[in-house]
T-cell receptor, first 115, second 114 residues
Framework: AQKITQTQPGMFVQEKEAVTLDCTYDTSDPSYGLFWYKQPSSGEMIFLIYQGSYDQQNATEGRYSLNFQKARKSANLVISASQLGDSAMYFCAMREGQGDYKLSFGAGTTVTVRA | DSGVTQTPKHLITATGQRVTLRCSPRSGDLSVYWYQQSLDQGLQFLIQYYNGEERAKGNILERFSAQQFPDLHSELNLSSLELGDSALYFC?????????????FGPGTRLTVL
């Protein structure tokens, strides 16, 4: 079974607008971590934001925020005030357990920001 | 710059050949992970090493092997290469503290098998 599902293969957003990228996950482990990574066309993977399963508040990092709905098993990424440099592929990933374990990635969502 | 280095950046080789990809983790990170990114399979975990010992194995083919050396750098060896092995290979590292344990990725090695 797919552990991470990203249903939006591609999205267009106008500069300065907000965009929400969907991510749902599947795990029976009560302890897990959810991550979002950005992959620009140059190829590198850039860590954006983290949400732990026991965190009470939604994570925020600058213009990135994570809408964590535990009961629905969703961890959507919100990018506010989009910039041209936000055009990239975005991956949702999950680590099951508390330790330094592997990440399971979704298929990714391509975001294109229009001027 | 994540602090994780990978060499080479690009590698072009022929079917049947063997190649070695090298990774140096961030200073202080004991865990090294290898991932493969291909168009058809997406991002797949291959293998993890922790302080020189193999910790976890994912969808790694028997033709592939890896090791982590005492100085914590790691190498991924790919042998009897096939066209389908063409992919972007990432190394990532993390330090085992707290609950966050985010993984920092290197720039990747793009392997093309002709």
């Amino acid at each position: 079974a797919q552990k991470i599902t990203q249903t939006q293969p591609g999205m267009f957003v106008q500069e300065k607008e907000a965009v929400t990228l969907d991510c749902t996950y599947d795990t029976s482990d009560p302890s897990y971590g959810l991550f979002w990574y950005k992959q620009p066309s140059s190829g590198e993977m850039i860590f954006l934001i983290y949400q732990g399963s026991y965190d009470q508040q939604n994570a925020t990092e600058g213009r990135y925020s994570l809408n964590f709905q535990k009961a629905r098993k969703s961890a959507n990424l919100v990018i506010s005030a989009s910039q041209l440099g936000d055009s990239a592929m975005y991956f949702c990933a999950m680590r099951e357990g508390q330790g330094d374990y592997k990440l399971s990635f979704g298929a990714g969502t391509t975001v294109t920001v229009r001027a | 710059d994540s602090g994780v280095t990978q060499t080479p950046k690009h590698l072009i080789t022929a079917t049947g050949q063997r190649v070695t990809l090298r990774c140096s983790p961030r200073s202080g990170d004991l865990s090294v992970y290898w991932y493969q990114q291909s168009l058809d399979q997406g991002l797949q975990f291959l293998i993890q090493y922790y302080n020189g010992e193999e910790r976890a194995k994912g969808n790694i083919l028997e033709r592939f092997s890896a090791q982590q050396f005492p100085d914590l750098h790691s190498e991924l060896n790919l042998s009897s290469l096939e066209l389908g092995d063409s992919a972007l290979y990432f190394c990532a590292s993390s330090v085992r503290t707290g609950s966050r344990n985010e993984q920092f990725f290197g720039p990747g090695t793009r392997l093309t098998v002709l």
